[in-house]
């Protein structure tokens, strides 16, 4: 469903993982991760647009396209995509274009055969601990990676860097409102940092979400520590 709109049109980041063989394309800043599942607008298998809100009721600010090596935006399932929500994609050099025209562009510019940079950072901080993570994590939020925010912080606090990683697990929680693990590490370090009362929420929050068919975190044991204290 087309909606009216008044926002400038979203300014895509373009970010390849190749192992998991996936293009996310998303405004500047927002996760494809921790989504309530209303954000999705799914045009096939393989492909879905990520909306503001409610996508029956809110724009669409990027796509995800997975099967990447494989996808064909020119397949009679995805018509749709090329004369559907417009985006502007300055590492493209495009402006006003469709997700099917930013799905050409892509494979024409990147190839299918190396991710993206933020996920060769990515994922090698995924695979470090200590100093080593904290250096890569960073760098990895330096190349535009928004899902950066949850490993700096985790390891940030896992370093004894409470207050340091209280900013980025808070933010992370608010552009992955429905990922558990995020609010169990949020209420972890607001607690470290005497914010009980928001530690206590956060805690909530991530039980909430895990009975709603999230990720199983260790929060119950933490809220009940934490009200015995």
């Not at 009721?57 to 990447?68: D, Q, R, S, W």
């Not at 495009?94 to 933020?118: C, D, H, M, Q």
């Not at 914010?195 to 929420?201: D, G, I, S, Y």
Request: glycine fraction near 8%.
């Amino acid at each position: 469903m087309e909606h009216a709109d008044t926002r400038p049109l979203p300014r895509l980041f373009i970010s390849l993982a190749l192992e998991l063989d996936t293009l996310t394309a998303l405004e500047f800043g927002r996760v494809d991760d921790g989504l309530p599942r209303e954000n999705w607008g799914p045009v096939s298998d393989d492909f879905a647009y990520i909306h503001l809100g409610d996508a029956d009721e809110t724009p669409a600010v990027g796509f995800i396209a997975h099967n990447y090596a494989e996808f064909d935006p020119e397949d009679e399932e995805h018509e749709g995509i090329w004369d559907g929500p417009r985006f502007d994609a300055p590492q493209l050099g495009l402006n006003a274009a469709s997700a099917g025209e930013i799905a050409v562009a892509v494979k024409a510019t990147y190839g299918t055969e190396r991710p993206s940079f933020n996920r060769m950072l990515f994922n090698e901080a995924a695979g470090s601990e200590g100093e080593k993570a904290l250096e890569l994590w960073t760098a990895c939020l330096h190349a535009g990676d928004a899902m950066a925010h949850f490993g700096l912080g985790y390891t940030l606090l896992d370093q004894g860097h409470p207050h340091a990683a209280y900013r980025h697990l808070r933010h992370y929680a608010e552009i992955a409102p429905a990922q558990p693990w995020v609010h169990n590490y949020w209420g972890q370090a607001a607690e470290a940092i005497g914010e009980t009362e928001e530690a206590r929420l956060a805690y909530e929050r991530a039980i909430e979400l895990t009975e709603d068919g999230g990720t199983e975190t260790d929060a119950e044991e933490r809220l009940e520590a934490l009200e015995a204290s």
